[in-house]
Nanobody, 122 residues
Framework: QVQLVESGGGLVQPGGSLRLSCGAS??????????MGWHRQAPGKERELVGT????????YYADGVEGRFPISRSNDKNTVYLQMTSLRPEDTAVYFC?????????????WGQGTQVTVSS
């Protein structure tokens, strides 16, 4: 079955960096019908989309203030997608989730990882 496992979260000071990884299994990672994404949920707030990356490497950034700070990349050889977080701010504190959107006959199905906590604090 589809499994997504995030890693790399932790406590970091403002201005610091972290790289999150999401290892995927149970589906063909490099297919054109797969879009990987990162979401985050801060305490007391709704989950929001941070950004996405398609099988071709095309990326999109959606959360305010992350474009340019949080580049997304992927390794099809390793079935892994990355979120490189730089210049971190306290407002980036959240649980970060990896999501895989798989299209089957045009119908999308979302799969989620368990999340990894990122805390930005001095």
């Amino acid at each position: 079955q589809v499994q997504l496992v995030e890693s790399g979260g932790g406590l970091v000071q403002p201005g610091g960096s972290l790289r999150l990884s999401c290892g995927a299994s149970g589906f063909t990672f490099s297919l054109n019908l797969v879009v990987m994404g990162w979401h985050r949920q801060a305490p007391g707030k709704e989950r929001e989309l941070v950004g996405t990356i398609g099988s071709s490497g095309l990326t999109g950034y959606y959360a305010d203030g992350v474009e340019g700070r949080f580049p997304i990349s992927r390794s099809n050889d390793k079935n892994t997608v990355y979120l490189q977080m730089t210049s971190l701010r306290p407002e980036d504190t959240a649980v970060y989730f990896c999501k895989a959107k798989l299209y089957t006959e045009g119908v999308p199905t979302n799969y989620w990882g368990q999340g990894t906590q990122v805390t930005v604090s001095s």
